[in-house]
């Protein structure tokens, strides 16, 4: 009962062969080793496991792996590397926006999706979106901000500001 | 989830008609929002699901001619809420579609897979019942179109025969313009589903022209036509009697969320604040 899928995660195409009750976040997780997305209620409450799909925040514990079929998943494996950070991982670090971290991965994915909609958002609008992602540690305060400067750097490099 | 669940993604309509039939116990699948959390919850999985998003037909939100604006199957909470169409000419759906769930579940959720699912907290449906929406289905004995009056049956209920597969819902013409207005509480702000809401519209080629809308006080979304009636005939002024009307109107139960009594005294307030928010806008 294997599906065959051919999906692009994070630029590189892999062809899997996937369960039909498997979801997109325990395909990450288990077949491709990308455990930055966390599996925090596996049922759409908490946000932990939130990625992009086809550029788009979703969370990856309601989406079966079978769907991603033909679709481009970016996790936040995808972002950045160590030394070549993305504004978002840099704010969250230069804001403390990062505790235990348990929440970040999915923090920075939904940010990055509300960024490439609406690259100046409100406070409201940043509270609106992370509102269903859930940290225990931060108290929200140094996300809200670290989200707010990411933004400021990703407009000022949109404009050629940076080098 | 079930080990033998089986999982189909149709391309037409046609299609997703026919792996619907080949199996016993199949359900259509939208955004699965609703459908997986519940499928691995209760281990009773459907044994086939239908992914009806690569149907490109079902993925677009077209206005036709008439004016009327027809959302598909496949089209997300999100770019319904977003959509400008929506926003200027019948905001009551932008408000109730903003409401639901979170950020990431509005990508993925749909505005009909979440009346086909037919929860009396369903946001969507405040909006659909006060707009006199459509919905448009078609099955095994061909396709028809069911008044969203006639579409909730009861909890998880809604009047699609097994086998029929909802292709669209429609908003008539004549419910553009006007203002609305959502009082919605829940436990946790974003994401939880309402203890209670009420919607209220003033839809101004309609009659009647205000529109009441109850949510998680009954069986099914449902709409307060008394209320209404107060309010086209005496204006704001009628708050409190509308108020007692809608409250009358509520058959709340007790559940986790909240008491029956709370319910329905909540309704009363959020209906009252409804009428003086738009009264004095
Ligand atoms: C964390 C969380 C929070 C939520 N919060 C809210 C909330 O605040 N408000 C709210 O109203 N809901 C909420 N929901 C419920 C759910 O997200 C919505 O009801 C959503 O709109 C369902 O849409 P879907 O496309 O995901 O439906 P699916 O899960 O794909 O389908 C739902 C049901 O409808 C049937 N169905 C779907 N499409 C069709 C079709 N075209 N024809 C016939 N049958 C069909 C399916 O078989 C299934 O029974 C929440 C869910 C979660 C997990
Ligand atoms: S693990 Fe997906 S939302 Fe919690
Ligand atoms: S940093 Fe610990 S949950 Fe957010």
Redesign the pocket.
Known sequence: MAIPIRVKVNGQVEALEVAPDESLLSMLRERLDLTGAKEGCN???CGACVVLLDGKAV?AC?VLAAEADGHEVTTIEGLGRPGALHPLQKAFLAHQAVQCGFCTPGMIMTALSLLLENPAPTEEEVRTAIS?NLCRCTGYRQILDAVQAAAQEMRAGAQGRRP | MQERLDYRKAHSVEEALTLFQDLPRS???????????RARGSGQA?SRLVD?KGIPE?SRIEELPSGDLRIG?AVS?AAVAAHPTVRQRFSALSLCAS????YP?RN???????I??A?P?????AALLCLDATVL?VGPAGPRRIPIHEFFVGP?QTS?ASG????AVEIPAASAGGRAELGRL?RRQG????TVAVLLSVLPQRSPRHRVALLSVAPTPRRASEAETLLDQRGPSAANAAAEAAMAAARPIDDVRGTAAYRREMVGVLLTRAVRALGAA
């Open positions: 049922e759409g409450e969370n309601l269903g | 359900r259509y699948m939208a955004g699965g929002t609703d459908l997986l959390p459907p009806i079902l199957a909470v409401a639901l769930g979170s579940l993925r959720a749909t505005v009909v897979g979440n086909c699912n929860s907290c369903a946001d969507t449906a289905c998880g699609l029929e597969l909802a292709l829940s994401v939880d589903i309402a």
